[in-house]
């Protein structure tokens, strides 16, 4: 079951940025709301943002606005995360997850995939 795949980290120095991407499986159920959430090492798992997959509207954590943009290619099930002027502190693993309905939580996750920001 591949429903959801997280790909584009690595290790980046600070100050570059990467672009994430998020491939949904046709198979997998519905979206209201995609979402990408960090897990720091030692850390619990922290919201970055959501997106409206029918409108595009976006919502995001205080701690990345301005820095980071989720964005979606709905014909291709996409969802992207532009990271730019990326900080050490930024090192984690990043997840994707779908919320399926406008009320309710996130409940098919990816695998995760981990961002490295050397100083």
């Known amino acids: 079951q591949a429903q959801l795949v997280e790909a584009g980290g690595g290790l980046v120095p600070a100050g570059g940025s990467l672009r994430l991407a998020c491939v949904k499986s046709?198979?997998?159920?519905?979206?209201?709301?995609m979402g990408w959430f960090l897990q720091a090492p030692g850390k619990a798992r922290k919201f970055i943002g959501r997106?409206?997959?029918?409108?595009?509207?976006?919502e995001y954590a205080d701690s990345v606005k301005d820095r980071f943009t989720i964005s979606r290619d709905k014909p291709r099930r996409t969802m992207f995360l532009q990271m730019n002027n990326l900080q050490p502190e930024d090192t984690a693993v990043y997840y994707c997850?779908?919320?399926?309905?406008?009320?309710?939580?996130?409940?098919?996750w990816g695998q995760g995939t981990q961002v490295t920001v050397s100083s």
């Open positions: 046709a198979r997998t159920e519905s979206i209201y709301y």
């Open positions: 997850a779908i919320q399926p309905r406008y009320t309710g939580e996130f409940r098919t």
């Open positions: 997106i409206d997959w029918s409108r595009g509207n976006t």
